[in-house]
């Protein structure tokens, strides 16, 4: 029987029950909308990590004061990271091109005129511009000069500018940080978020001299950014900054350190696995959603054989041949696989846009799902069918007259 013929023929008897397609549809409609959201979401977390790490820098290595803890500054009373521990690792480790020490104190209230806000305050030294590769929009970053003379002039983040300016020019503006007032010198490019998902634009630098001496009264600094030149030296650099701030703090075996050594290739790590641990085990859903589908189809494709015994006789009758009736059931599972694949790629799609309009979650739509659903539906339509088929090609055609 020509392919054409026997595309129509299979077409009009799905369409003689429809019921019984929609439901031997349902299952792999369900499987591949599964399977397109996991791809979506999977794809959306990946260009997000790595947005996040492009954030972080590429070839930057962080340490924070305290132990114990996987991510974010140290908290006020934390105290193991000091300035003299800045000195030594700049003057012990190869590699590094800039090395930044700075302070970090989260929720302060900001105020211009009869606004309000609260941000981070980072007391930060020249050369913090260089180590994050973040540089001003407008205006002047911290000098040399602000640091040493405790001035009391400020940065201000995108974030920030929005708040409390809107649309007007801050600088040369005043704000009031914890009672004091800064002068607004400039404003930092827009950085996005951070790998940990917090805005690095809604933040204020000042001078790190002023935020340790004037507005925190501290003697200790809450975390180092180093810029390395190579970034291959990432991991050594690591493992040598861990180890003298060991030796200075007296810290041996099986002691925990009191400070934290990380940089962006552990953070894609962690963040990576945290993400595929959840692609596996949605993915492991989908398929036994889209195996559960093929099961239905071959158990109702059976009983529509049987129901269909007369149908399969009179056609033999007149002249189909075993194989034709075969492929026939064949085709039928094909277009309904194939059907319930592409209805399931555009509910994926919907769903994943709905996903990330309503819980701000990144997805990404590719081509990948839509692949995949045909490739999975065809797989999927010819092992559910080919038992069905096989059964049905076999009947004898007078049994199967006489039902």
Not at 13 to 19: A, D, E, I, N
Not at 291 to 300: P, R
Request: hydrophobic share 45%.
């Amino acid at each position: 029987m020509p392919l054409s013929k026997l595309i129509r023929v299979s077409f009009n008897s799905l369409l003689k029950y429809k019921g019984r397609t929609f439901l031997m549809m349902l299952g792999i409609i369900i499987g591949i909308a599964t399977l397109t959201v996991v791809v979506a979401m999977a794809k959306g977390a990946q260009n997000k990590i790595m947005q996040n790490i492009q954030n972080f820098g590429p070839n930057s290595v962080m340490v924070s004061a305290g132990g114990g803890k996987a991510w974010g500054p140290a908290d006020d009373h934390t105290t193991t990271l000091t300035l003299e521990d800045v000195t030594a690792i700049k003057e012990s480790v190869n590699g590094i091109k800039y090395i930044a020490p700075f302070t970090m104190h989260l929720e302060q209230d900001i105020v211009y005129g009869n606004k309000y806000a609260t941000c981070v305050i980072v007391g930060v030294t020249p050369e913090w511009a260089d180590a994050w590769q973040w540089f001003t929009e407008k205006g002047d970053f911290i000098s040399e000069e602000d640091v040493s003379s405790l001035s009391k002039n400020c940065v201000l983040g995108q974030t920030i500018v929005k708040e409390l300016f809107g649309n007007q020019n801050p600088i040369g503006e005043t704000v009031r940080i914890n009672n004091t007032n800064f002068k607004v010198i400039g404003i930092m490019k827009k950085r996005g978020t951070s790998p940990i998902g917090m805005d690095m634009d809604s933040r204020i630098t000042i001078p790190l001299s002023t935020a340790m001496r004037r507005l925190f009264n501290i003697t200790h600094i809450g975390m180092l950014r180093l810029y390395l030149g190579d970034p291959n030296r990432l991991d050594e650099v690591t493992k040598s900054v861990a180890s003298i701030l060991r030796e200075r703090h007296h810290i041996t075996p099986p002691e925990e350190d009191d400070f934290r050594v990380t940089n962006s290739i552990a953070i894609a790590k962690t963040v990576q696995g945290v993400s595929q641990t959840l692609v596996i085990l949605l993915g492991l859903l989908s398929l036994i959603a889209l195996l559960i589908g093929g099961i239905v189809i071959a158990n109702i494709m059976f009983i529509s054989v049987n129901e269909r015994r007369k149908e399969i006789g009179i056609r033999r009758a007149f002249g189909a041949r075993a194989r034709d009736i075969m492929n026939q059931f064949l085709v039928e599972a094909l277009i309904i696989t194939v059907s319930g694949g592409i209805i399931g790629t555009i509910l994926g799609i919907a769903l994943s846009k709905g996903i990330a309009f309503v819980k701000k979650m990144p997805v990404a739509i590719s081509w990948e799902p839509f692949a995949l659903a045909i490739v999975f539906s065809m797989l999927v339509g010819v092992l559910s069918g080919i038992q069905p088929a096989k059964r049905a090609a076999s009947l004898d055609p007078v049994e199967a007259i006489r039902g």
